[in-house]
């Protein structure tokens, strides 16, 4: 059986992760008319959260912190949102496409990661869902709204699927690159139907014509 995944895609992704994440931190926090300064750190916060969260997790010290290139990546995503947010919202609800687009990246990355150092097949799948969601709870925290995954609209379970398809590629022998290409589509795909057409996972019974009433 392969050990893992080909460290230089995983960095790649880790990065390309870190600057979406990032994105969707920034734009969210013009739409809350953040200044500069709080443009940047949400960024920042929210692209590097879920790393930073897998690697406490797995037991090593943050690559975020180790690697400038990081940083370089959150500090061009809040650059860029400050400037350019206007023109990044028309890109169809900017903040839930390149949200999207995180989680897809973070939970394969993640998973990958944890694949790396030998986890079990079930914590690599739960990590890399921890991953990619854990961005998107910390910006929704900081703006003072109840976290997207707890709420509505397919958050975890997109992550977790996109991270199984990525495990059990490993699990069967693979370390090929279309795989942690597919769970990426499938993860993106799964969350933006959600979007599309309100899909969500069942509130209790009990609130549900209280819910059609406050609607």
């Known amino acids: 059986m392969t050990t893992s995944f080909d460290p230089t895609l995983v960095l790649w992704l880790n990065l390309v992760g870190t600057f979406v994440f990032g994105l969707s931190g920034g734009l969210a926090a ?11 750190v949400l960024a920042g916060v929210v692209g590097m959260a879920g790393g930073v969260t897998r690697d406490v997790l ?3 010290p943050p690559a ?8 370089v990546a959150v500090g061009a995503a809040g650059g860029i949102s ?26 394969v990355a993640g998973a990958s990661k944890a694949i790396e ?33 707890l709420r ?36 993106f795909t799964t969350r933006m139907i959600g979007l599309r057409f309100g899909v969500d996972l069942p509130i209790a019974p009990s609130e549900r014509g209280r819910d059609f009433e406050d609607g």
């Open 64 to 71: 975020t912190f180790r690697d400038w290139r990081y940083l």
């Open 82 to 107: 400050f400037i350019a947010g206007p023109m990044l919202e028309r890109l169809w609800k900017g903040v839930q496409v390149f949200d999207a687009i995180g989680l897809a990246v973070f939970c």
């Open 117 to 149: 150092f030998k986890l079990g097949p079930a914590q690599a799948i739960i990590l890399g869902a921890i991953t990619g969601i854990g961005g998107g709870i910390l910006r929704d925290i900081l703006l003072r709204q109840v976290p997207t995954v």
């Open 152 to 187: 509505h609209e397919l958050y975890a379970v997109p992550a977790l699927i996109g991270a199984g398809i990525t495990v059990m590629a490993h699990v069967f022998g693979s370390n090929s690159i279309i795989f942690p290409s597919l769970g990426a589509l499938a993860c």
């Open 58 to 60: 797995i037991g090593v």
């Open 30 to 40: 013009v739409k809350s008319k953040l200044d500069l300064f709080g443009v940047i």
